[in-house]
Structure formats: C-alpha cells, structure tokens
C-alpha cells in the first residue's frame, strides 16, 4: 500500500455534508481530541498485553523496551504508521477541506430544514 492510498483510506467518510451540532470550532477540537483518545487507548491495551506475555514467558526483561533502537526498516514502517496516524486525527479537517470544494453534496440538517417548512 503506497502512502497516498493509506492517507486517503484514512479520511475515508460517509456520503453528503457532515452536519454540525455544536460550533463547528469545537466540532473539530472535540473530533480530533477523540480521534486521539480512542487510537491511544487502543495502543495501550495492545502494548500492556504484549509486555505482560512477554514478561510473563521470561522474553522481555525490565528496560528493554526503553534501550530499544529500530533498525532502518522498523524506523521506516514506523514513519509510515504516524502519516496515516495523523490522517486519522486530522480527517475532520481533511474532510471539511473535501466539503468546501465539493459541489451538489445536501447535508442532512438541510433535509430537516426543508421538511420542516
């Protein structure tokens, strides 16, 4: 998977224009803050339960973790991970930036208006 695939799977959205329920400014902190909760939770849980097996199987030692150095390729892999990372946090800003030039898209709050009258 190329780079340019990755980052745009990332901000991969459903169909029409996102509606809004609070200030859109605060939409977007409040998206990005909870895109970072949830992907640094899950990264938490994974990386608590591979240090207890592996501590668990005699396999990892107290500080090995810390005095870990990655070779040219797991730096390389890790450089890719945080693009697409970033992708995900920021998608509400990728995906407001799609809306802006997108032409023709209806959000749901405008359907709901149009009911309504």
Known sequence: MSIADALSEA????AGKRPWFLHRETERVLAITMAVAQELAVARQRVDTLERI??????LGEGDIDG???????ATERALWTQEYIARILRI????????????????EDVGDEIAR
């Open 93 to 108: 800003v990728q995906q407001e930036n799609e809306a802006d030039i997108a032409v023709g898209d209806i959000a749901s």
């Open 54 to 59: 592996l501590l668990a199987k005699g396999l």
């Open 68 to 74: 870990f150095a990655p070779d040219a390729h797991a």
């Open 11 to 14: 901000g991969a959205k459903p």
